[in-house]
């Protein structure tokens, strides 16, 4: 095992070498061997903001920022900030599995330029608060897995964008060409194999981010088994924020909810739920605390049940 500074500008994973990188303070954290034996991965330094303002929204909009609004349709067609682009994040998904991102990198660089993605011009990120939060975080999630570096979501929902002053309306906005270049990150991604060599080898801190019904497995979602992946911690996506208020919980109030379920900084950690987009709002949320090696796993709770040899268990 040998040691890689942090703020290095990219770190690399070699296939069965185990890494440990600094996470500030002392801490180091364990990257797990590759389980797939493919190529080499590239661990870049992310944009360390994740949130913004709606001032900074607004700031952003009027200096040309390409503007995803990622409600449905139907709320799109009333209303938008004006110049938005409707973004639907189920477009780079494979239909008949539930959320799992799709892999040729050709064919999502292609849907990507069909919502207008440029290369170099910064995009942000607005839709629904409360339940339907964690749409507009699968979207940051997304666009970050494709490469893109310089996304951000905002903190409130389109009241809070209204109270800053810009402008809406019901024009439907055609995306121009795009120019975007796909160039994937492994690194934010678990599949079902790392999944499972994390279980084996308790590397990572895994948390399942559903229910407690789901978590506990009296509630299946359509799925054949119910339950978790053994060894997960149950941190309910929805507790990160204030649904009332319509915003994040202060960052002294998200380390306390984490640390407090064993989610310390330092350690590797995966985020799951049914078909990895509650757990994208978890994965944007420890990207907001700058914990250095988070993934989500986009195959969740749909694909571990179907894999036979997939052990579950179930209760607290």
């Known amino acids: 095992m040998r040691l890689l500074p942090f703020d290095a500008p990219y770190l690399r994973l070699l296939p069965a070498l185990s890494i440990a990188l600094y996470a500030g303070c002392g801490d180091s954290v364990s990257i797990p061997d590759n389980p797939n034996n493919t ?6 330094t992310l944009n360390q903001k994740v949130f913004v303002s709606p001032a900074e929204f607004k700031e952003a909009v009027e200096a040309g920022a390409i ?6 349709a139907e709320k799109y067609g009333v209303e938008h900030v004006a110049g938005a682009i409707r973004f639907d994040w189920k477009a780079f998904a494979i239909p008949e599995k539930n959320g799992i991102v799709k892999e040729s990198p050709e064919e999502l660089e292609a849907i990507a330029r069909s919502y207008g993605l440029q290369k170099g011009k910064k995009v942000v990120i607005y839709g629904d608060w409360g339940s339907s939060a964690s749409n507009n975080s699968r979207a940051y999630w997304t666009l970050e897995y494709l490469g893109h570096n310089d996304v951000y979501l905002l903190n409130g929902d389109i009241e809070a964008l209204k109270a800053a002053g810009l402008t809406f309306n019901a024009e439907p906005v055609t995306a121009p060409a795009g120019d975007f270049e796909v ?5 934010i991604r678990a599949t079902y194999q790392e999944v499972v060599a994390a279980t084996a080898n308790g590397e990572a801190v895994i948390v399942d981010t559903r229910t407690p019904e789901e978590y506990e497995g009296t509630d299946l979602r359509g799925n054949p088994r119910g339950g978790h992946v053994p060894g997960s911690v149950h941190i309910e996506w929805t507790r990160t924020f204030d649904a009332e208020q319509k915003s994040l919980l202060s960052d002294d109030q998200l380390r306390s909810l984490l640390e407090t379920n064993g989610v310390v900084p330092g350690k590797y950690v995966v985020g799951y739920c049914q078909s990895g987009v509650r757990s994208s709002f978890f994965y944007v949320i420890l990207r907001k605390l700058g914990y250095p090696v988070v993934r989500n796993y986009d195959g969740s709770a749909w694909e571990w049940s179907r894999q036979p040899d997939a052990p579950v268990n179930t209760g607290t």
Do not use: H
């Open 39 to 44: 190529p080499e991965i590239e661990y870049e």
């Open 67 to 72: 503007v995803y609004d990622q409600r449905s």
């Open 183 to 187: 160039k994937v990150r492994p690194q």
